[in-house]
């Protein structure tokens, strides 16, 4: 009994359930990650697939509704059913004519159950079907309604068979101005048809109206019913929930093209089997477990292994320090034979000298870190330097009442400010239009009532943030190409223009011009700050891309106009 709970109070045991705990956890956890990515990967890879099936449905359902417009031109535009309208016609004849109509077109049965005219309060059924089922609230609905197609209800034949209620208004020549309409029975079975695409183990689609109602349905007997919940089911694009007293996973889409083309609000909802979907997983989680406990076996004898192995040195080290004398064994003379012990000797003196080694290194490191932050700093305190003395500049002129040389010192002391920033790489849209006013504040001084300048920038890009410096060179090109070398007074516009996605800037100048279609000339590809128009375009395609850069319009005599295009930057 001693001995039992000694093992269990020995670093060995310690050791070895350590090093269980480590491997089994790690089994269990990949084991759980297994699981989870193959789980994840069936479902959006199944969603994914759904989704696409599901564009083909509609599709097919556009299709078929697509066929209600290819019956009704022809029939509004036939002098035959023009002819059925007048009032001298007895129902009587306006049936069988309206039947004789229908059937000489040769109308695809398996897809419309019926075609009816409404006119005058009555149903005129083409196929000869009964009638009398038919309320007037619909065709007066339908005949009343400025809608292309008017959603109505799902009707049972006395048949059994059942279709789905379509209206269409008189509203085409030569039909226009008559009180009527046309109502096409799409049988329900089509739809049905164009929504059997899933494999049926895995489940179904259903298609549903904007309220609720099931417009199509496996079970035929559940089309026309209400479905409940409706509300709650078709929120979010995908969910798992109970569905018909089974768990499944529920993929919904709106139809895109019967939206589009016919404003009908129909969402088509893709039943999927939870069960047979993650049939598979259960599998793998089975064969999971098995493989975890074997692993967890095998990782227990290992633990046992790897600490005895661990534990032997160090008791013989035990067995030595009880029966040899230390000072004796740890000697600087080359020992005959070289045991643990005196292992753990030279590799504490070889961790010595690498410590050793390791503290010099660090002390020159450090030393380089020194210097480097020194040099860091200096760079950053010479920017102040630059701010203070022109500061210091424009105080003196202030004192020595020399205004013009005070605006220079203070203006370029702005433009320096704004421009370096702190060496960050993005300013505002405002903060660069600060530049360039900075800049034609000393280019004024320089050249006074040399040219006129305006500024417009649309407010919703005040404080988008942009590639620093990129309009002050087009700015500068302007005055000293455009210009400069005219001899009456120059305007300069500079605008800001949000569009879209993009940013565009313009510089316009009434100045001298040049032939642009002959692409950058060296006077207007470098400037002698050292931007030049050339620059700028390949500084913005580096940063936004190649569909965005710097165009040229410019004519000799004729002025110049530079727009720079650039891509929004996406917020973090």
């Given at each position: 009994m001693t001995r039992i709970k000694a093992f269990f109070h020995s670093i060995r045991f310690r050791i070895a359930s350590i090093l269980f705990l480590i491997i089994f956890v790690f089994l269990f956890i990949l084991m759980i990650l297994i699981r989870t990515i193959v789980s994840n990967n069936i479902k959006t890879n199944t969603i994914k697939h759904i989704n696409q099936q599901q564009m083909h449905m509609d599709e097919g359902i556009a299709l078929i509704l697509d066929g209600i417009s290819i019956i009704y031109n022809p029939l509004v535009e036939n002098s035959q059913t023009l002819a059925l309208l007048d009032d001298t016609v007895t129902n009587e004849i306006r049936q069988t004519g309206f039947e004789n109509i229908i059937q000489n077109?040769?109308?695809?049965?398996?897809?419309?159950?019926?075609?009816?005219?409404?006119?005058?309060g009555n149903y005129y059924s083409g196929l000869g079907n009964q009638t009398s089922f038919f309320g007037n609230e619909f065709g007066k609905t339908v005949q009343d309604s400025s809608e292309l197609i008017v959603e109505g209800p799902i009707i049972t034949m006395t048949s059994g068979e059942k279709m789905l209620l379509l209206g269409k208004p008189f509203r085409s020549y030569p039909l226009q101005g008559y009180p009527g309409a046309l109502l096409f029975g799409v049988n329900v079975e089509s739809?049905?048809?164009?929504?059997?695409?899933?494999?049926?183990?895995?489940g179904y689609t259903l298609l549903v109206s904007e309220t609720g109602l099931?417009?199509?349905h496996p079970e035929t007997k559940l089309v026309g019913n209400i479905l409940l919940n409706y509300?709650?089911?078709?929120q979010g694009s995908t969910q798992l929930s109970s569905f018909a007293q089974e768990k499944a996973l529920l993929v919904k889409q709106q139809s895109v093209k019967l939206?589009?083309?016919y404003n009908l609000n129909w969402t088509l909802i893709s039943v999927l089997s939870k069960d047979y979907l993650f049939s598979g997983i259960r599998l793998l989680s089975i064969n999971n477990t098995i493989l975890a406990l074997v692993m967890g076996l095998v990782a227990l004898l290992l633990s046992f292994i790897v600490s005895s192995g661990l534990i032997r040195p160090i008791n013989n080290l035990k067995d030595r320090i009880k029966t040899s004398n230390i000072q004796s064994e740890i000697v600087e003379t080359e020992p005959v034979f070289v045991d643990e012990i005196k292992e753990l000797e030279i590799s504490f003196n070889e961790m010595m000298k690498q410590i050793k080694e390791l503290m010099e290194l660090n002390a020159e490191e450090s030393e380089s870190k020194r210097k480097l932050e020194l040099y860091a700093l200096q760079v950053q305190i010479n920017p102040h330097f630059l701010y203070n003395t022109l500061d210091a500049i424009a105080w003196l002129a202030k004192l020595k009442q020399q205004p013009e040389i005070e605006r220079l010192a203070l203006a370029l002391a702005r433009f320096f400010r704004i421009s370096l920033h702190k060496g960050d790489k993005?300013?505002?849209v405002e903060e660069e239009f600060q530049i360039i006013k900075n800049f034609i504040e000393i280019e004024l001084i320089r050249f006074p009532d040399k040219f006129e300048i305006e500024y417009s920038i649309d407010p919703e890009i005040k404080n988008e943030s942009i590639m620093k410096l990129i309009l002050q060179p087009i700015v500068e090109n302007a005055i000293k190409h455009g210009i400069s070398g005219m001899e009456e007074k120059g305007h300069i516009s500079v605008k800001a223009k949000d569009e879209g996605e993009f940013i565009l800037f313009e510089v316009i100048d009434?100045?001298?011009?040049?032939?642009a279609d002959k692409g950058y000339t060296p006077k207007y590809?470098?400037?002698?700050?050292g931007y030049g128009i050339k620059n700028v375009d390949e500084r913005i395609k580096l940063e936004y891309g190649p569909d965005c850069g710097v165009s040229v319009e410019s004519k000799p005599n004729n002025g110049t106009k530079v727009t720079l295009k650039i891509r929004k930057k996406e917020d973090a």
């Amino acid at each position: 009994m001693t001995r039992i709970k000694a093992f269990f109070h020995s670093i060995r045991f310690r050791i070895a359930s350590i090093l269980f705990l480590i491997i089994f956890v790690f089994l269990f956890i990949l084991m759980i990650l297994i699981r989870t990515i193959v789980s994840n990967n069936i479902k959006t890879n199944t969603i994914k697939h759904i989704n696409q099936q599901q564009m083909h449905m509609d599709e097919g359902i556009a299709l078929i509704l697509d066929g209600i417009s290819i019956i009704y031109n022809p029939l509004v535009e036939n002098s035959q059913t023009l002819a059925l309208l007048d009032d001298t016609v007895t129902n009587e004849i306006r049936q069988t004519g309206f039947e004789n109509i229908i059937q000489n077109m040769g109308i695809n049965e398996t897809i419309f159950s019926d075609i009816i005219l409404y006119y005058d309060g009555n149903y005129y059924s083409g196929l000869g079907n009964q009638t009398s089922f038919f309320g007037n609230e619909f065709g007066k609905t339908v005949q009343d309604s400025s809608e292309l197609i008017v959603e109505g209800p799902i009707i049972t034949m006395t048949s059994g068979e059942k279709m789905l209620l379509l209206g269409k208004p008189f509203r085409s020549y030569p039909l226009q101005g008559y009180p009527g309409a046309l109502l096409f029975g799409v049988n329900v079975e089509s739809l049905k048809e164009s929504l059997d695409t899933i494999d049926q183990a895995l489940g179904y689609t259903l298609l549903v109206s904007e309220t609720g109602l099931i417009l199509s349905h496996p079970e035929t007997k559940l089309v026309g019913n209400i479905l409940l919940n409706y509300d709650f089911l078709i929120q979010g694009s995908t969910q798992l929930s109970s569905f018909a007293q089974e768990k499944a996973l529920l993929v919904k889409q709106q139809s895109v093209k019967l939206k589009s083309q016919y404003n009908l609000n129909w969402t088509l909802i893709s039943v999927l089997s939870k069960d047979y979907l993650f049939s598979g997983i259960r599998l793998l989680s089975i064969n999971n477990t098995i493989l975890a406990l074997v692993m967890g076996l095998v990782a227990l004898l290992l633990s046992f292994i790897v600490s005895s192995g661990l534990i032997r040195p160090i008791n013989n080290l035990k067995d030595r320090i009880k029966t040899s004398n230390i000072q004796s064994e740890i000697v600087e003379t080359e020992p005959v034979f070289v045991d643990e012990i005196k292992e753990l000797e030279i590799s504490f003196n070889e961790m010595m000298k690498q410590i050793k080694e390791l503290m010099e290194l660090n002390a020159e490191e450090s030393e380089s870190k020194r210097k480097l932050e020194l040099y860091a700093l200096q760079v950053q305190i010479n920017p102040h330097f630059l701010y203070n003395t022109l500061d210091a500049i424009a105080w003196l002129a202030k004192l020595k009442q020399q205004p013009e040389i005070e605006r220079l010192a203070l203006a370029l002391a702005r433009f320096f400010r704004i421009s370096l920033h702190k060496g960050d790489k993005f300013i505002t849209v405002e903060e660069e239009f600060q530049i360039i006013k900075n800049f034609i504040e000393i280019e004024l001084i320089r050249f006074p009532d040399k040219f006129e300048i305006e500024y417009s920038i649309d407010p919703e890009i005040k404080n988008e943030s942009i590639m620093k410096l990129i309009l002050q060179p087009i700015v500068e090109n302007a005055i000293k190409h455009g210009i400069s070398g005219m001899e009456e007074k120059g305007h300069i516009s500079v605008k800001a223009k949000d569009e879209g996605e993009f940013i565009l800037f313009e510089v316009i100048d009434d100045g001298l011009g040049f032939e642009a279609d002959k692409g950058y000339t060296p006077k207007y590809s470098m400037s002698s700050s050292g931007y030049g128009i050339k620059n700028v375009d390949e500084r913005i395609k580096l940063e936004y891309g190649p569909d965005c850069g710097v165009s040229v319009e410019s004519k000799p005599n004729n002025g110049t106009k530079v727009t720079l295009k650039i891509r929004k930057k996406e917020d973090a």
